[in-house]
């Protein structure tokens, strides 16, 4: 069974950067999004950036400027560059991958901590 293994949390200051990378066990076929979520606690898990097959991407309005989505089709890999953390993006991350017959796969979830 695919795992989608996620690393690069953790705690850092605010003003800091983080990388998060989120790798597949084993390949995937016909992916086409790759993506971040988030979940703070007591609130609803949210769409933080995707990129799409060609390159697309888009961002929550919040992390836009701050906060770069990649992949590496190769590796079936992707990641989440986010600079400029504040103590709002303190969340749980979690990687989705959606391959071309609409399967979704999920991480485990990696804890960012953004706090003095």
């Known amino acids: 069974q695919v795992q989608l293994v996620e690393s690069g949390g953790g705690l850092v200051q605010p003003g800091g950067s983080l990388r998060l990378s989120c790798a597949a066990s084993?390949?995937?076929?016909?992916?086409?999004?790759m993506g971040w979520y988030r979940q703070a606690p007591g609130k609803q898990r949210e769409l933080v950036a995707r990129i799409i097959t060609g390159g697309s991407t888009n961002y929550v309005d919040s992390v836009k400027g701050r906060f770069t989505i990649s992949r590496d089709n190769a590796k079936n890999t992707v990641y989440l560059q986010m600079n400029n953390l504040k103590p709002e993006d303190t969340a749980a991350y979690y990687c989705?991958?959606?391959?071309?017959?609409?399967?979704?796969?999920w991480g485990q979830g990696t804890q960012v901590t953004v706090s003095s």
């Open positions: 084993s390949s995937i076929f016909g992916i086409y999004s």
């Open positions: 989705n991958f959606i391959n071309s017959y609409n399967r979704a796969y």
